[in-house]
């Protein structure tokens, strides 16, 4: 069992930048696919971010590609999700989820990860 918990979430003003951190126990998560997705009111859960296991790959949604960058901490069992020039449109929930065993081509779906965490609030004003 993984556990996840998310932080560094908070209200920023357009163009601010955010460090959300997601902590896990439980096992190292150094082998696992970590995954940031969000999720804003009334619309369904979307991918942010994931860095792969194999090859520590990193992949984006188009939305915060050149904005976002992801990155693990395996001393410390932690991945990062750094927002820079956040937008209004960025609010929501922000989750971290692991799964051991997902293939590339499934890694946006949130349904393949296995271990999430609570999520943390992101509000951007404009």
């Known amino acids: 069992q993984v556990q996840l918990v998310e932080s560094g979430g908070g209200l920023v003003q357009s163009g601010g930048s955010l460090r959300l951190s997601c902590a896990a126990s439980?096992?190292?998560?150094?082998?696992?696919?970590m995954g940031w997705f969000r999720q804003a009111p009334g619309k369904e859960r979307e991918s942010v971010a994931v860095l792969f296991r194999r090859g520590g790959n990193t992949y984006y949604t188009d939305s915060v590609k050149g904005r976002a960058t992801i990155s693990r901490d395996n001393a410390k069992n932690t991945v990062y999700l750094q927002m820079n020039s956040l937008k209004p449109e960025d609010t929501g929930v922000y989750f971290c989820?692991?799964?051991?065993?997902?293939?590339?081509?499934?890694?946006?779906?949130?349904?393949?990860?296995?271990?999430w965490g609570q999520g943390t609030q992101v509000t951007v004003s404009s």
């Open positions: 989820a692991a799964d051991s065993g997902i293939i590339i081509s499934s890694i946006f779906d949130a349904r393949q990860y296995d271990y």
């Open positions: 439980g096992r190292s998560i150094s082998t696992y696919t």
